[in-house]
């Protein structure tokens, strides 16, 4: 059992893994030898989550959150199979972790009284500047 927050844990059988050929240069080697692999889990199945996780979900995953329910992750950044298996798992952890945690709400704040008189300041400083470079109309005088 992989633990994700304090109620939701993984059962490690319910992950399938299989092995694909890595993309990219490699020489011979790359064309031989499944070295990528790829993780498929299916959320909605194994797990008990609300449906706010859930949609945090398939905001963070995006194209790799299937519409059966299926989370499938690749990884190929390794030459062993065993570095990018434990590469992905750590990416499909990682993601379930960020997906349990409640965003923080935000906080609507306003400005504070010097700062509101100091872009007044500034913007009459500003202005005076630009009157400054107008022409003068003779008319006026």
């Known amino acids: 059992m992989i633990k994700i927050s304090n ?31 790829q993780l498929r889990f299916n959320v909605i199945k194994s797990l008990e989550i609300s449906n706010t996780m859930l949609s945090r979900l398939k905001n963070l995953a995006g194209s790799k959150f299937k519409e059966n329910g299926d989370l499938i992750i690749e990884s190929s950044k390794h030459k062993s199979q065993i570095l990018n298996r434990k590469d992905a798992l750590d990416k499909l952890v990682y993601l379930l972790k960020k997906a349990s945690k409640k965003p923080k709400d935000r906080k609507s704040t306003s400005p504070s009284k010097s700062s509101i008189e100091k872009r007044l300041k500034d913007k009459r400083i500003q202005s005076l500047k630009k009157k400054d470079r107008r022409k003068i109309d003779p008319s006026n005088d």
């Open 7 to 37: 109620n939701i844990y993984i059962n490690k059988k319910d992950i399938k893994e299989t092995f694909i050929r890595s993309s990219g240069p490699g020489g011979q080697h790359v064309n031989k030898v499944s070295t990528a692999v």
